[in-house]
């Protein structure tokens, strides 16, 4: 029977702890209903897709989220790249904060093709 050595032993118990240690500083947060303020492009953003969710991890420790968009027209799902935003931004508006301006005129025009 083969046994491990002390240092090997101690490298993988690191790892697991630095592996759970960075699990924990992060929240996985579910779907909830958020609702959009008004005003352009972001509330017709809305309209005009079929839905428009916000995937998004909340760092505690850091008070920050990283957090991206998942847009559904006709069943075809375009993603947004990540955007990391304070997470005062993201509960004042959540769509704002996790979609730039530019991108969400740009995911709009597309809805008019």
């Not at 704002?96 to 740009?106: F, G, P, T, Y």
Request: hydrophobic letters at 40%; charged letters at 20%; glycine letters at 2%.
């Amino acid at each position: 029977m083969k046994t491990i050595s002390n240092k090997t032993a101690i490298a993988i118990t690191a790892l697991f702890n630095l592996a759970f240690s960075n699990l924990s500083l992060a929240e996985v947060n579910h779907n909830a209903d958020l609702y959009v303020t008004s005003g352009y492009p972001y509330e017709n953003l809305v309209e005009r897709y079929d839905s428009v969710r916000i995937r998004y991890v909340e760092y505690t420790a850091r008070n920050e989220i990283q957090c991206k968009v998942e847009l559904d027209l006709g069943g075809h799902i375009s993603t947004t790249p990540a955007i990391t935003t304070e997470q005062k931004e993201f509960m004042a508006a959540p769509l704002k904060a996790c979609l730039r301006r530019a991108d969400a005129r740009q995911a709009l025009s597309t809805t008019f093709e």
